[in-house]
């Protein structure tokens, strides 16, 4: 049995240096798998060449058992791609659309209507089918974008920085969908958040400076590494003892007047919750990200343990 992505020895040089360097991997099952990585580390290089819209200079990658350059047809139908700015034409309706998106996926002729169908049930978008993709909310238009990529059921789903750009309510809806989606389909996403990755994942991939610095379950990273420390932009923030109340939440300081970083028990719920609550109560996040210092420290840590 053939696995879903095998990656071996991949690299990439645009022009003098080097973005990914000597990259190996291998992932056999369904579910969602995180690719973490800070600005620059190469993720969107990796899934670039992965998806085959990038030829890279050095290295094999197969999807389920085809290698995308020698056999690119058949790997490519395997594929499903919803890069960080998704095709999306304003003027067509989702229905005109998909339905554009599965003839580009040789889906036959007489199977579109049901495959366009289906991706649209899956993905919460039939009551918006004649609507104009212009005028769709930007959560909205991420389901197309998402829709698109798995109308041909492919076995492996690359997700690049899917929840870019959206505001905290889109996020969360968009996060549940893409768990959705993980159930049926292998779904490697990038992100730089680790919040994001630690909600979404059961595996996660750092790649730092091009190289991978950790490959294993969230349980063997939860082992050393307890991120407990969210940095929250807010409109309109609440006070300390709000913010204090939410459960698992166990410090909070204010270190502008619309920044908090908040401390919790390490708990992957914990963010979600401080979301969920700040929705629900108009704190209109703008921003939750982990401490960015905290992901450096995470990073060099790691890189260190992985050079011994
Ligand atoms: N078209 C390009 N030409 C030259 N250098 C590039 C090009 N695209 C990316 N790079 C460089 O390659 C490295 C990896 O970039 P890549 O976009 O893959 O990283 P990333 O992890 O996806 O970051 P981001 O989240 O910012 O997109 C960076 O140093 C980047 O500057």
């Not at 076995?155 to 989606?181: F, H, S, W, Y």
């Not at 210092?293 to 995470?298: E, G, P, Q, R, T």
């Amino acid at each position: 049995m053939s696995s879903i992505l095998k990656i071996e020895n991949l690299s990439h040089r645009y022009s003098t240096s080097w973005a990914i360097r000597d990259i190996n991997l291998e992932i056999n099952h369904t579910g969602v798998i995180g690719l973490l990585g800070s600005n620059g580390a190469g993720k969107s290089t990796t899934m670039s060449i992965i998806c085959g819209v990038l030829n890279q200079t050095e290295g094999q990658v197969w999807i389920h058992g085809k290698d995308t350059r020698k056999d690119s047809e058949a790997a490519k139908s395997n594929i499903g791609f919803l890069p960080q700015t998704p095709p999306l034409y304003n003027d067509f309706t989702v229905m005109e659309y998909l339905t554009y998106a599965a003839g580009l996926r040789q889906i036959e002729s007489h199977r579109i209507g049901e495959a366009v169908s289906e991706a649209m049930e899956r993905t919460g978008i039939a009551h918006f089918q004649s609507r104009l993709i212009g005028n769709l909310s930007g959560g909205y238009r991420q389901r197309v974008g998402i829709a698109q990529a798995i109308i041909h059921k492919p076995k492996l789903v690359v997700m690049d920085e899917p929840t870019n750009g959206l505001d905290p309510n889109q996020i969360i809806e968009a996060r549940k969908l893409i768990k959705e989606i993980g159930k049926e389909h292998t779904v490697l996403l990038s992100s730089h958040i680790l919040s994001e990755i630690h909600l979404l994942c059961k595996e996660i991939i750092m790649i730092e400076q091009g190289r991978i610095v950790f490959s294993d379950t969230m349980d063997a990273f939860n082992n050393y590494i307890q991120p407990g420390s969210l940095l929250l932009r807010m409109e309109n923030p609440p006070s300390v003892a709000e913010l204090l109340s939410v459960a698992g939440v166990t410090s909070v300081e204010y270190i502008s007047e619309k920044q908090a970083r908040v401390n919790f028990d390490g708990s992957q719920e914990v963010s979600e919750r401080i979301i969920e609550t700040g929705v629900r109560n108009g704190w209109r996040i703008r921003e939750a990200n982990l401490d960015k210092n905290l992901l450096d420290d995470i990073f060099k840590q790691i890189s260190t343990q992985s050079a011994l």
